[in-house]
């Protein structure tokens, strides 16, 4: 169900199924520490997003593999950032042209945690330019208490992790760099902080938490695990309505 493999005329029918539902892979192009790819953000959405679209028959959008990384600095080469505000207009003008095309319930699932405010942004813009449009934003480290308890294990502010790492070497090993993932290690030193630092003021290499206790096999049962869990998300999204119909917004008058 992949919406680049659809002709034009093919789009109207794929959305009716699915009450014009469609999803929406967000990533990010940024450092991961010695032992990641920098792809590893949009590599995690769109793999993700394609097993939850085959599952549900949900049109998955192509996956964006650029995101609002700033905060990794230009310590570390391999980051290629969007600012907040452009973020916010990317995703803004891609819910205005899929609204068009037909969508009318848009899940965001977003794979790099500092692109959740430029997106809450763009659902702010979008459900007030489109009434008949509803938007979710959906960050998979902690979709549900499952997922985020795997996810944090190691430290509040993690990055390039045991999960991270764990997952890539389940579904993306190419990306994997093995043999720096026992030294990769460096703590989480943000617990009782008044600001929120930029990465470089945080970590020695662009890591936080501890990638040498990843696992192939802990990877297989938290991606299985995320994609049962975004699915049946999706699939509630598909017949949710607001708890309101339109015939309760009656035009405001003072007279």
Known sequence: MLWAD???PEVPAALAAVNGTAILPVGATEQHGP???????FILADKLCRQVSE?????MLPTVPYGCSIGHSRRWPGTIALDPILMTTLITQIGTWAYHSGVR??????THVTNFAPMRCALENLRATFDDMMVSIVNTGQMTPRVKAVHFSDGDDWHANDAETSLMLAVAPEIVREDQIATADDPDRTDGLVFSHPVNRTSKNGVTGYPSRATRQ?????????????????????NETPPLDASYNTPFSNT
């Open 6 to 8: 659809k002709a034009w």
């Open 35 to 41: 032992q990641l790819g920098c792809g590893m953000d």
């Open 55 to 59: 599952a549900t028959g949900v049109p």
């Open 105 to 110: 319930r848009l899940f965001i699932v977003n």
């Open 218 to 238: 802990k990877g297989e049962d938290l991606f299985a695990m995320m994609v049962e869990d975004l699915a049946a998300m999706i699939r509630r999204g598909i």
